[in-house]
């Protein structure tokens, strides 16, 4: 092999061996929820609390959680929560809604919503039921 093509090939090895790689980001990994509570064959009755407990994980860190409880057929808002995470990759939540205004057996979906710093959202839903 001529010299020129020898210069040639190392030249390029060591450009590309010579990348700079420290500003380039961490890829995105989806965050991640899990929740301890509630549990979704519990049945939840008024005037009793219903905890909302668990925990979320996010590699860009997180930014805000919350909880949405509504009535699963008419999707009537029933409590609403919202935190500030204070960019942590990691945060315990831990929402209580003392039930009210339940007057039939109901069926509610619980969704817990995790919000990173590059508005990328993740949720989680359970099933519970409501009565009076």
């Known amino acids: 092999m001529p010299n020129y093509l020898k210069l040639l090939v190392l030249s ?63 999707t009537a808002l029933l409590y609403q ?13 831990l929402w209580n809604w003392t039930i009210t205004g339940i007057t039939t057996t109901t069926i509610a979906t619980v969704k817990i919503v995790a919000r990173d710093k590059q508005s990328n959202e993740i949720s989680r839903e359970i099933d519970v039921t409501l009565d009076n």
């Open 12 to 74: 390029i090895l060591f450009v590309s061996c010579n990348k700079d790689n420290n500003n380039t980001p961490a890829p995105d990994v989806p965050g991640t929820i899990t929740v301890t509570s509630p549990s979704a064959i519990a049945i939840y009755t008024n005037g009793n609390t219903l905890k909302v407990e668990g925990e979320m994980t996010d590699n860009n860190g997180l930014s805000t959680a919350r909880v949405e409880i509504r009535n699963k057929t008419t």
């Open 81 to 93: 929560q919202s935190s500030t995470t204070g960019s942590v990759s990691f945060y315990r939540f």
